[in-house]
């Protein structure tokens, strides 16, 4: 999980991800694909020693971080007035991913809203678009624009592909062991049948996957992961959170595509039967822990001693 650093102003935001990115560029490991990453430095150095050298290439000593937190987001999907006359469009991008082919047309859609009104564009961290500057007499005709292209707009989809992300995969990333944008698509259909014969489609909760355990999706966070382990197959993880402040666990290892639905029904009928008031999936499955969840999947119901356990481990 992540480490707080330090306290930062609006106005020192941009300054400070700066120094952060240069201490990554002079400490990181450059010579190892598989630990070029800032979280293996923080880990082997330690957040202190990660704050000493952000304030030396910032320049100045930085504030301890206040009692605030995160409690709740927003992905900025479907249409939000900016507050100085205009507004923005969040459209959601599936996995990222802008293709072309006979039913669909992202990069032609994005292509023509680009030339129609020159919008400023903002990529979200879940893999999507935001149009901004768009004047108020213009809404209906950028939703034209995509509807055109045979696109659904962002207010027409699903909740779980609206929440779902997935890292490149095959055949982008040497690393890959599995699909991941490509075949997300098929499981999150997969996905809303279930759910929406247990009446659970207007659920929150995130579904990430990669092809492979480097994470790149950050599948170990969410709600639900699914982890490329071997050829087609994937490790699916459960009882993360949708605001990635809790990690996962495996619920199954060695899952093949084609049966990840199935495999997660077992859980979703158990959440919609034992949930506690509104809590979420993610909550669900970290209230029950692993033992329970394992034995819904293996029987469909959880074991009265092991669900009595993880209470008391509660």
Known sequence: MATKLAFVTPEQ???????????????????????????????????????????????????DCTPDDVTEHRDHMGWEDQKDGRWFYGFNVENGRLYDNDN?????????????????????????????NIDPKDRSKLENLIKKRGLPLTEDISNVRRWSIACVALPTCGLAITESERALPEVIDQMEVVLNELELDKELFTVRMTGCPNGCARPYNADIGLVGKAKGKYTVFVGGSR??????????????????????????????????????????CARLGQAAVQQIGSTGAPDSDSSDESEAAE
Request: with cysteine; hydrophobic share 40%.
């Open 13 to 63: 935001a941009v300054a400070v991800a700066e120094a952060i990115v240069k201490v990554q560029r002079d400490f990181g490991y450059r010579d190892d694909r598989k630990r070029a990453r800032l979280k293996y430095l923080v880990h082997d150095r330690g957040i202190e020693w990660m704050r000493h050298q952000v304030e030396t290439y910032y320049g100045s000593k930085l504030q």
């Open 243 to 284: 605001l990635g402040t809790r990690l996962a666990y495996i619920y199954k290892d060695l899952i093949p595509l084609e049966s990840i639905a199935s495999t997660l029904k077992p859980l979703f009928v158990a959440f919609k039967e034992q949930r506690s008031g509104t809590e979420s999936f993610g909550d669900f």
């Open 104 to 132: 669909r047309a992202w990069k032609t859609a994005l292509r023509d809203i680009c030339e129609t009104f020159n919008p400023e564009l903002r990529l979200t961290a879940h893999q999507s678009i935001l149009f901004c």
